[in-house]
Structure formats: C-alpha cells, structure tokens
C-alpha cells in the first residue's frame, strides 16, 4: 500500500490526531513546567524553553496534516456531483484516445472524432 494511501485511510487518521494531540498536550505541561520555576510565571524564560519550540513543531506538523487531509476530502467530495464525475469520465476518455493517437499516429485518421464525442455523451 502506498503511504499516501495509508496516511488516509480513516484508522490512520484518528490515530495521529490522537497522538499528536497527546503530544500537544504533554509538551504544553512541559512548557508550563519551564517557565515557572519556584511556582511563579515568568513569561521571559518561554522563548529559551526547549518545549516551545517543539510545541510550534508539533502544531505545524497537526496543522500540515489536518490540511493534507480536508485537501483529500474536498476531491473526494467532488464526485458527489454528477456533472463532475462526467467531466471526469470524458477527460480520461479524451487522455486515453489521445495516448492510443501517440502511441499509434497511423491509426489516427481511422478514428472518428465526431464519433468519439458521439459515445461520450457530447453533441
């Protein structure tokens, strides 16, 4: 299975917002831990706590992957409309004539382009 496959499938995705989520949460302990020292806040010490700049990482990695996978939903989204499930039919029907034309150039004149968009449905 490719990784991309893998990265969406619905199991996969719930695991790694669970974990990164734990891990947000555990880093942010940590960052609260760093900069209280002695039980009281001191807000200079959070740009030197080595939790705040795993905390950034860690949000931009949970961010990059939330949005790889609306960017996956929102394709697969698309084919919930007929008319683009069509378009999409007719351009792997037109990508597939056109591979068979490079694939055979003498062939090319026997085929009949109006023929061709006839079977797919355009007039």
């Avoid at 394709?75 to 068979?100: P, W």
Wanted: positive net charge; charged residues 20%.
């Amino acid at each position: 299975m490719h990784w991309k496959a893998w990265l969406i499938e619905p199991r996969t995705r719930a695991s790694m917002n669970l974990l990164l989520t734990i891990f947000i949460g555990l880093l942010s302990s940590i960052l609260a831990t760093q900069i209280m020292p002695q039980g009281q806040l001191d807000w200079t010490l959070i740009y030197t706590a080595s939790a705040f700049w795993a905390l950034i990482v860690a949000a931009v990695m949970l961010l990059g992957f939330q949005w790889y996978c609306i960017g996956f939903d929102e394709d697969v989204s698309k084919f919930g409309d007929a008319a683009h499930c069509i378009a999409y039919i007719r351009k792997a029907q037109l990508e597939g004539a056109a591979s068979h034309i490079r694939k055979n150039p003498e062939q090319a004149m026997l085929m009949d382009a109006k023929e061709l968009l006839k079977r797919m449905g355009i007039k």
